[in-house]
Nanobody
Framework: QVQLVESGGGLVQAGGSLRLSCAAS????????MGWFRQAPGKEREFVAA????????YYADSVKGRFTISRDNAKNTVYLQMNSLKPEDTAVYYC????????????????WGQGTQVTVSS
């Protein structure tokens, strides 16, 4: 079992930045690929970014490429999502997730999920 707790969400103006954190506990964090997803009201949960166990490989949705950066610190059991140049369309609840499988953009391949943190970007 892996427990995930996100933090760092909030209200920010368009063009601003936020850094989300996801603290993990339970099983060995470094065994898991980590991902960030988001879900806006009335929309399906969508992939944002993922990082492999070592942090050496990262993957991004086209909509955030060049603006968001995913990273992890296995010594602190934490994964981060640095979000720059935020847009109103980035407004959503952001979730971190852990997968024992290989890198994936599909939410159904992630086994553990956090409770989510709200990000609101005002225009």
């Amino acid at each position: 079992q892996v427990q995930l707790v996100e933090s760092g969400g909030g209200l920010v103006q368009a063009g601003g930045s936020l850094r989300l954190s996801c603290a993990a506990s339970g099983r060995t964090f470094s065994n898991y690929m980590m991902g960030w997803f988001r879900q806006a009201p009335g929309k399906e949960r969508e992939f944002v970014a993922a990082i492999n166990w070592s942090g050496g490989s990262t993957y991004y949705a086209d909509s955030v490429k060049g603006r968001f950066t995913i990273s992890r610190d296995n010594a602190k059991n934490t994964v981060y999502l640095q979000m720059n140049s935020l847009k109103p369309e980035d407004t959503a609840v952001y979730y971190c997730a852990a997968s024992p499988l290989g890198v994936s953009t599909h939410p159904y391949e992630y086994q553990y999920w956090g409770q989510g943190t709200q990000v609101t970007v005002s225009s």
